[in-house]
DNA sequence: TTATTAAACAATAAATATTATCATTCGTCA
DNA sequence: TGACGAATGATAATATTTATTGTTTAATAA
């Protein structure tokens, strides 16, 4: 059996409510409408492009009670980040194929060489059309320092 | 036998020069300080973090400086991006684990199911005391739109 | 309900990160 | 060496994110 894409938007929200309820947030109208939004995308959006969307739907909207939220969603577990190095440019001097231990609190980042792993296989064809250029492995986490204080963690 | 650190490092240089001519770059004392720079801090430095350490060498250069050469290194290939993803937050409201496919041009990201991939196996420790949360396949290339389009690849 | 209180909101300023502009200087190559 | 295009430094402009503040709203309990 499936869901339909309704019923499972439903069951998101209704999810949604819950894990709100259980973080102990409040449950406006914005961050209702913003989280499904969100999901309703389904790409990976951007704050702006968020932003840009819920204003349909709620015009007196502010840019920071985007930002706020997303941060919020982030650190209950209702949203996920893409990308944890975002924030700013690294750059790396070794270019050799290689993969990253990265710590989400302070963004250190250890390399693992490729030769560590075993080889990563895929089940499936990438997309059709794709050209594939590199494959990095990420293991998101704690490193010592940051896992020993009870900072905040996300 | 082994290269020792001075020699590794003689190395790259040599390396980057060449490559400089190659990609017609002009050969600056500028662009041979802030590769040296990026080459011997082996973390993954921010433009602002090279930009303090070139400054001690060229107190005079401009931070744009800094990041138009990095930007320029990262054409060419002498250096690599930690996280081809960086940018802006980008936000998935599907918290379950999974993998993504990423076009490294216009920044579309496709997932992969985590059952779409073998298993990752490690075949050492993490660092001792890392507390791993998730892991993350990334596959950096070209989707076939940006692939037909011979803009300017990365 | 309704009053109370803490949290969330919108507006805005500030901080951080990055790119663009432009006059001057510097490498390259004839 | 001298001409020319590229690179630099200074600075302004833009993009992204966080902080601040006064006002509004949701949660809780009477």
């Known amino acids: 059996m499936e869901f339909s894409a309704v019923d499972s938007e439903k ?3 209704q999810e949604f409510r819950e894990r709100c ?17 969100v999901y309703e995308m389904r790409s990976h959006p951007t704050p702006e492009a968020i932003y840009e969307r819920v204003r349909e739907q709620l ?3 502010s840019l920071g009670t985007v930002y706020k939220n997303l941060k919020t969603f982030l650190d209950t577990g209702l949203l996920r ?6 924030g700013s440019l690294r750059v790396d001097a070794i270019t050799e194929d ?3 231990v ?4 302070c963004r250190m980042v250890v390399d693992l060489g490729e030769e560590e792993l075993e080889p990563v296989r895929l089940r499936v064809q990438l997309p059709d059309g794709f ?3 590199r494959c990095v492995v990420e293991f998101y ?3 010592p320092r940051c896992a020993a204080k009870p900072d905040k963690p996300r």
């Open 102 to 105: 990265v710590c989400t609190q």
């Open 21 to 37: 309820r259980n973080a102990g947030l409040a449950l406006t109208h914005q961050r209702e409408i913003i989280f499904r939004t």
């Open 141 to 143: 986490g704690l490193c």
């Open 98 to 100: 290689h993969h990253h």
């Open 131 to 133: 050209v594939l250029k």
């Open 59 to 61: 015009p007196s909207i």
């Open 11 to 13: 069951f998101a929200v």
């Open 81 to 86: 980040e893409v990308s944890p190095m975002h």
